[in-house]
Structures are given as C-alpha cells and as structure tokens.
C-alpha cells in the first residue's frame, strides 16, 4: 500500500494570491490525482498528474489556475492561483499502484482557506 | 459521463441498528465499486470493493453486492456501533487509468 504525505496541512491566504500544496507517496507510483473537497461536499476530480507530461484536467477546471507538476513517480505539485473565497477547500492527493489498481490511496488533506 | 448517486443523509440510528446505504451507478462497460469512509477529523479510507458482477465485498462486518442488473452497490451492516458514526462514500472506477467518481456521501451518526 501507499502513504500519501501532504504539505501544508493547512493554511489560510488573502485573496489574489497562489498557494503551492505538495504530495509526497511513500512508493513509486503510476497513477497521481488531485481531488477537492468543498465544506460538507463530495470529492471533485481536479485533474490526473501525469508524469514528464501535462496533467490532464477535468470539465470545470484549468490548467492557468490550478497548475499541477509531477516531476518523477512518487512527487506532484498542485498550486491554486489567484485565490478567491471560492478556492476555500480541502485539497487531497490521491495516488494508484498501478494503471489496474484495485486501491486508490489518499492523502490527509489540505484545508485551505481564503479571505 | 460516469456517475454515482447516493441517498441524501444524514441517517440516524441508534446502536446495534440494521443499515443500509443506497448507492447506484451509471456507467459504461463494467466498472469497479468500492466504498470509502471518512472518520471525523480523519482522512478517507477504504472500506470494501467489488471488481465484477456479483462480487460481494466485506470488511468490518459491512457488505455490499454488485448488482449489475439493478446498476447498484448498496452498503449494509447488521448491527452498527457507535464507532461506526462517519461519512459514507459510494464510488466507482470506470476503466483502468482513470481516477474514482465518487458520489455525495452520506453521514451516519450512531447513538448508543
């Protein structure tokens, strides 16, 4: 199995500015996804994090706000830009073994919260 | 596109109550299910899966089936406990590559 270290744990941030959330897994991994949870919400898919290439973003969001690195198999970087009152959420990392994992694992979360 | 609808919550039960969380899907081709909780205060964890029709996941004392023919993976548990209080998340995988679709959640709150 794979453990999912997050940093920051937490912060708060003024609006306008960028926040840079990182992912550590413990192992060497196929799969990285970031995932937002909104107050009392499900979790949304960001985007999947593909390694030495572009991530791959889901309906709703943007590479220009949500930027995201995976520089090798076991990092990955999301940074929310130009934050909002909106951008206020828990942010979580996620990560699968393989293309055919059975088990994604998950991160503790990120709470973020912009004023 | 892919998706996962679960019953609106939150569901109260008191102690050694029978449960039962519903979940359906809709999806192309065979999905995997799983269901993943959330302990207050703690991240999500994986609670059971089912990878093909009719597979019965289990762990904890609660099961779910693949119903393919009624597109649902319902959770149930014989008698829940106090510590069993949590979010209840149903979600899926489509094919492989992709990341889990999850659906709202559902809270449960257990009182003795």
């Known amino acids: 199995s794979a453990v999912i270290s997050q940093k920051p744990s937490r912060d708060i941030c003024q609006r306008g500015t960028s926040l840079t959330i990182q992912c550590q897994v413990d192992s060497q991994v196929t799969m990285m996804f970031w995932y937002r949870q909104q107050p009392g919400q499900s979790l949304t898919l960001i985007a999947t994090a593909n390694q030495g290439s572009e991530a791959t973003y889901e309906s709703g969001f943007v590479i220009d706000k949500f930027p995201i690195s995976r520089p090798n198999l076991t990092f990955s970087t999301l940074t929310v830009s130009n934050m909002s009152p909106e951008d206020s959420s828990i942010y979580l990392c996620?990560?699968?073994?393989?293309?055919?994992?059975?088990?994604?694992?998950f991160g503790p979360g990120t709470r973020l919260t912009v004023l | 596109g892919d998706s996962v609808t679960q019953m609106e919550g939150p569901v109260t039960l008191s102690e050694e109550a029978f449960l039962t969380i519903n979940c359906t899907y809709t999806?192309?081709?065979?999905?995997?299910l799983f269901w993943y909780v959330q302990y207050p205060g703690e991240g999500l964890q994986l609670l059971l899966k089912?990878?093909?029709?009719?597979d019965k996941g289990s762990n904890k004392g609660f099961e779910a089936t693949y119903r393919k023919e009624t597109t649902s993976f319902h959770l149930e548990k014989g008698s829940v406990q106090v510590s069993d209080s949590a979010v209840y998340f149903c979600a899926l995988r489509g094919q492989a590559g992709t990341a889990l679709i999850f659906g709202k959640g559902t809270t449960l709150s257990v009182s003795s």
């Open positions: 999806a192309t081709g065979y999905p995997s």
């Open positions: 996620s990560a699968g073994e393989t293309v055919s994992y059975n088990e994604q694992f």
């Open positions: 089912a990878t093909k029709a009719d």
